[in-house]
């Protein structure tokens, strides 16, 4: 079964600063990677996914992600951080043999500090 | 476009009680996703229906879930009845096509505490 890793709880950066999430991945097969973000009382919004290609990934909001087959990570990545990208950032998998769920991890507060 | 609509958006019930939770999918989407989401379970897929037909409820906790969902604009989900250990919010999702590469749309979710 596919399942996701994001190892840290919460992510403090200060304002202008890069930003990185981290993600890692276990599936069979090829792997369909997404992440979303969470704000207060919110539901999930799609940032941007990796399917196929450029492993490079480039999406809403300024946030990119880097596809790494060989390190099996999908790291979330911002380069100068605002305060209102405080909130809660989940990546989650999906491949072809996972009957179409999406394996979401337990998610990453991000805390972007003034 | 209006996205995925949840009803209702809080809802605070004695043990015992039955609830209803409402949602309409975006206009179009086949595929329909029902999460829950607590902090110490994180975001669970309970079940999800595409062209209607449920296809996985291998997420539902216990018989006292169900889904349906009659057309392709309504889906509910019931408990009943209701523990404590409901308490939740629990999300609906909505995508369209084959789904392993399109993104799911969320709804706002339904705030549910049992007491």
């Known amino acids: 079964a596919q399942s996701v890793a994001q190892p840290e709880d919460q992510v403090n950066v200060a304002e202008g600063n890069p930003l990185t999430v981290k993600c890692t991945y276990s599936?069979?097969?090829?792997?369909?990677l997404f992440w979303y973000v969470q704000y207060p009382n919110r539901g999930l919004q799609f940032l941007l996914k990796?399917?196929?290609?450029?492993?490079l990934v480039k999406g809403s909001y300024g946030f990119e992600a880097e596809f790494n087959k060989s390190q099996t990570s999908f790291h979330l990545k911002k380069p100068s951080a605002l305060v209102s990208d405080s909130a809660l950032y989940f990546c989650?998998?999906?491949?072809?043999?996972?009957?179409?769920?999406?394996?979401f991890g337990k998610g990453n507060q991000v805390v972007v500090i003034p | 476009d209006a996205g995925v609509i949840q009803s209702p958006r809080h809802e605070v019930t004695e043990m015992g009680q039955e609830v209803t939770l409402r949602c309409k999918p975006i206009?179009?989407?086949?595929?329909l996703f029902w999460y829950r989401q607590t902090m110490m379970r994180g975001l669970e897929l309970l079940i999800y229906?595409?062209?209607?037909?449920?296809?996985?409820d291998s997420g539902m906790p216990e018989d006292r879930f169900s889904a349906k969902m009659p057309n392709a604009s309504f889906s509910t989900l019931k408990i009943q009845p209701s523990e404590p250990r409901d308490s939740a919010v629990y999300f609906c999702?909505?995508?369209?096509?084959?789904?392993?590469?399109?993104?799911?749309?969320f709804g706002p979710g339904t705030r549910l505490t049992v007491l």
């Open positions: 999702a909505s995508s369209s096509g084959q789904g392993y590469y399109n993104e799911q749309f």
């Open positions: 599936v069979s097969g090829n792997p369909y």
């Open positions: 990796y399917i196929t290609g450029d492993n």
């Open positions: 989650a998998v999906r491949s072809l043999y996972g009957n179409n769920r999406l394996a």
């Open positions: 206009s179009g989407h086949d595929y």
């Open positions: 229906f595409n062209n209607n037909v449920p296809i996985d």
